[in-house]
């Protein structure tokens, strides 16, 4: 079993930056593949960023591009976002996911999910 915690988020001003982490724990991680989703009052939860535990590989939604980075730290067991640029549009709460089965972007392919953490970016 994995257990995914998330930390980093808060409220910030447009055009400003936070970094969100995402601690793993309760098995080795070589196979995971993770992912960073987000869900917004009365919407589904979306897809935003995804990295291979492995390799590094990395793959973000179009809405994200050029503005969020994910990363990860193996000796640490963590996963990181990095959101610069902020817009209202990207407050959530955002959800760190992990599966067995490697790197994804599809919500429901992920077996294991963080608590989530709330980002506001005011206007």
């Known amino acids: 079993q994995v257990q995914l915690v998330e930390s980093g988020g808060g409220l910030v001003q447009a055009g400003g930056s936070l970094r969100l982490s995402c601690v793993a724990s309760?098995?080795?991680?070589?196979?995971?593949?993770m992912g960073w989703f987000r869900q917004a009052p009365g919407k589904e939860r979306e897809f935003v960023a995804t990295?291979?535990?492995?390799?590094?590989?990395?793959n973000y939604a179009d809405s994200v591009k050029g503005r969020f980075t994910s990363s990860r730290d193996n000796a640490k067991n963590t996963v990181y976002l990095q959101m610069n640029s902020l817009k209202p549009e990207d407050t959530a709460v955002y959800y760190c996911?992990?599966?067995?089965?490697?790197?994804?972007?599809?919500?429901?392919?992920?077996?294991?999910w963080g608590q989530g953490t709330q980002v506001t970016v005011s206007s």
């Open positions: 996911a992990a599966r067995s089965g490697g790197w994804s972007t599809i919500r429901t392919d992920y077996e294991y």
């Open positions: 309760g098995r080795t991680f070589s196979s995971l593949g």
């Open positions: 990295i291979s535990w492995s390799s590094g590989y990395k």
